[in-house]
């Protein structure tokens, strides 16, 4: 499967962007999908992540802010991002993997095997 990130941009503390991963593929839908950013000089983290049968689990930073989604017809996840602060500047990348496991939830960089390219995501304060 092949992933492009993309809808990142500038927006003030307090605004919302909808980040999106277009993939490809024709079994989408077993795949578990994850959001993941990385910040200038720091390691990239887990943001969210949806599995197979659509159960979704967060980061505690972006719990009550951010949203994900998923449209399997579209082969598209989402991530709605809201209430934004400077901190959340960094560049994020959506991430697939093979969902072994329907109900599983996928949160470390290494248990993903397909990575998109990245979408700069700026807050200013």
């Known amino acids: 499967v092949q992933l492009q990130a993309s809808g990142g941009g500038l927006v003030q503390a307090g605004g919302s962007l909808r980040l999106s991963c277009a993939a490809s593929?024709?079994?989408?839908?077993?795949?578990?999908v994850g959001w993941f950013r990385q910040a200038p000089g720091k390691e990239r983290t887990f943001v969210g992540s949806?599995?197979?049968?659509?159960?979704?689990t967060e980061d505690v930073s972006v719990q009550g802010r951010f949203a994900i989604s998923r449209d399997n017809a579209k082969k598209m996840v989402y991530l709605q991002m809201n209430s934004l602060k400077p901190e959340d500047t960094a560049v994020y990348y959506c991430?697939?993997?093979?969902?072994?496991?329907?109900?599983?939830?996928?949160?470390?960089?290494?248990?993903?095997?397909?990575w998109g390219q990245g979408t700069l995501v700026t807050v200013s304060s």
């Open positions: 991430a697939a993997q093979w969902g072994n496991n329907y109900y599983g939830y996928y949160t470390k960089v290494g248990e993903y095997d397909y």
């Open positions: 593929g024709r079994t989408f839908s077993n795949y578990a």
């Open positions: 949806i599995n197979v049968i659509g159960g979704i």
